[in-house]
Structure formats: structure tokens, C-alpha cells
């Protein structure tokens, strides 16, 4: 998945599962993480539907180091495919 | 006034009554440690509606709400047994993390747990995390 899907994808999360408005949202790669507007069990809890919709396994041990949106997307880009 | 209870006990009534919950509801008081999990008190709050005074008899009602994922509410409702009126409503924001620290989705078994005190208005939200965790 390139940088513009994965967007796309968390975009969709925000707004499916966490009710924000599409409208409200907007992701930049150098923004940083908390421009999500998410805690940090937020931010985890945004991974595991990541996790799900792309039946992929993300590494939430490395969640320390993610500082901006693009951080985040290389994270997720390191993701396992699920067996 | 005096002989009234302190504001800051009825946190420590939200932790017993929280402890009392999870022992009913895991059966296996070791789970947590046996696990390697840690319990995180993300928000706790409470609301004091009337006092109540030395020797009263105060009960505390649970139930679950808001579950996610990563969280869930316990919400509190205390009731003095005595003249039955309330005399407070409280709620925590609890999580979990392993033994590292790092945060980790609630495990399974303690959703399934608390499935009998969720409200009913929830349940169906519910059964959607129930069904997210068994695919995590």
C-alpha cells in the first residue's frame, strides 16, 4: 500500500470507528501523531483496526518511537501479513 | 459537620468495589499477574450527590460501558443501604499494558467477563469488540 491508501485507510477508522467527521480530518505526513487527536490508547486502538482491516500484524512495540504521521505509516508499512 | 465521609474515600471505595468486580468476574485472582498485565487507571471520577456519615452501610453497583479496544468505563453508583438514596456516581477509564509498559488491547477473557454487566443499550457495540479482539 502506498502512503495516499494507508491515509485513506486511517482516515476511514477515524471516521467509522471513532465518529469523527470526514471533513474535520486532515493528515499531513509531517504532522505530528497527537494531530490525530487520539490518546495514546487512541493511537493503539488505531492500529489494531488497522490490524484488522488490512489483516496485517503491526508492531505496537515500536509505537514509542512514531512521532509523526509518517513515522506511523513506515510502521505500518513493516507490518506482517497475517497467517 | 462532623462524622461525614471524606471526599477522597469514596476513591477508595471506586478501587475496592473495582477490585471486589474483577475477582467476581475472572475468578482467577492471579490472571492479571499471571498474564503479565498491568491495569491502568486512565480517569477516575466521582460525582457526590448526598453525604453519608460513620457506620452507614454503602453499596456500589457496577456496571460496564464505553468498551473499545483499549479501554472500557466501570461506572459506579453508590446507594446507602440505610434510607436508599444515592449518595454518589462515579466512573473509571481503566486499560492495560504489559509488562513492559506498552499498551495492549483489553484481553479477551475479562471482555467475556464483564459481558453480563454491560448496558443493555451497549450490547450490541459490544458483541462488534468481542468479535474484533477473537480476530486480533
Given at each position: 500500500?502506498?502512503?495516499?491508501?494507508?491515509?485513506?485507510?486511517?482516515?476511514?477508522?477515524?471516521?467509522?470507528?471513532?465518529?469523527?467527521?470526514?471533513?474535520?480530518?486532515?493528515?499531513?505526513?509531517?504532522?505530528?501523531?497527537?494531530?490525530?487527536?487520539?490518546?495514546?490508547?487512541?493511537?493503539?486502538?488505531?492500529?489494531?483496526?488497522?490490524?484488522?482491516?488490512?489483516?496485517?500484524?503491526?508492531?505496537?512495540?515500536?509505537l514509542r518511537d512514531v512521532k509523526y504521521i509518517k513515522d506511523f505509516l513506515e510502521l505500518i508499512k513493516k507490518g506482517s501479513v497475517k497467517v | 459537620m462532623f462524622g461525614n465521609v471524606?471526599?477522597?474515600?469514596?476513591?477508595?471505595?471506586?478501587?475496592?468495589?473495582?477490585?471486589?468486580?474483577?475477582?467476581?468476574?475472572?475468578?482467577?485472582?492471579?490472571?492479571?499477574?499471571?498474564?503479565?498485565?498491568k491495569l491502568i487507571t486512565v480517569t477516575a471520577h466521582v460525582d457526590y450527590k448526598n453525604e453519608c456519615f460513620l457506620y452507614d452501610d454503602i453499596?456500589?453497583?457496577?456496571?460496564?460501558?464505553?468498551?473499545?479496544?483499549?479501554?472500557?468505563?466501570?461506572?459506579?453508583?453508590?446507594?446507602?443501604?440505610?434510607?436508599?438514596?444515592?449518595?454518589?456516581?462515579?466512573?473509571?477509564?481503566?486499560?492495560?499494558?504489559?509488562?513492559?509498559?506498552?499498551?495492549?488491547?483489553?484481553?479477551?477473557?475479562?471482555?467475556?467477563?464483564?459481558?453480563?454487566?454491560?448496558?443493555?443499550?451497549?450490547?450490541?457495540?459490544?458483541?462488534?469488540?468481542?468479535?474484533?479482539?477473537?480476530?486480533?
Amino acid at each position: 500500500m502506498d502512503n495516499l491508501e494507508l491515509l485513506r485507510a486511517i482516515k476511514d477508522v477515524l471516521v467509522n470507528e471513532y465518529g469523527m467527521k470526514a471533513e474535520t480530518i486532515s493528515l499531513k505526513l509531517n504532522d505530528s501523531i497527537e494531530s490525530l487527536g487520539l490518546d495514546s490508547f487512541g493511537v493503539v486502538q488505531l492500529v489494531y483496526e488497522l490490524e484488522i482491516k488490512m489483516g496485517i500484524k503491526i508492531d505496537t512495540n515500536s509505537l514509542r518511537d512514531v512521532k509523526y504521521i509518517k513515522d506511523f505509516l513506515e510502521l505500518i508499512k513493516k507490518g506482517s501479513v497475517k497467517v | 459537620m462532623f462524622g461525614n465521609v471524606y471526599f477522597a474515600r469514596y476513591f477508595e471505595w471506586q478501587g475496592m468495589a473495582r477490585e471486589e468486580f474483577f475477582k467476581h468476574m475472572i475468578q482467577d485472582k492471579n490472571y492479571l499477574m499471571q498474564n503479565d498485565l498491568k491495569l491502568i487507571t486512565v480517569t477516575a471520577h466521582v460525582d457526590y450527590k448526598n453525604e453519608c456519615f460513620l457506620y452507614d452501610d454503602i453499596d456500589i453497583a457496577i456496571s460496564v460501558s464505553e468498551v473499545t479496544l483499549t479501554t472500557a468505563k466501570i461506572e459506579f453508583v453508590y446507594k446507602n443501604v440505610m434510607n436508599d438514596k444515592v449518595v454518589a456516581m462515579g466512573y473509571q477509564k481503566i486499560g492495560f499494558a504489559d509488562k513492559s509498559g506498552n499498551i495492549v488491547h483489553i484481553p479477551v477473557d475479562i471482555v467475556l467477563g464483564a459481558k453480563d454487566y454491560v448496558k443493555d443499550s451497549e450490547i450490541n457495540d459490544f458483541n462488534k469488540i468481542l468479535s474484533k479482539l477473537r480476530n486480533i
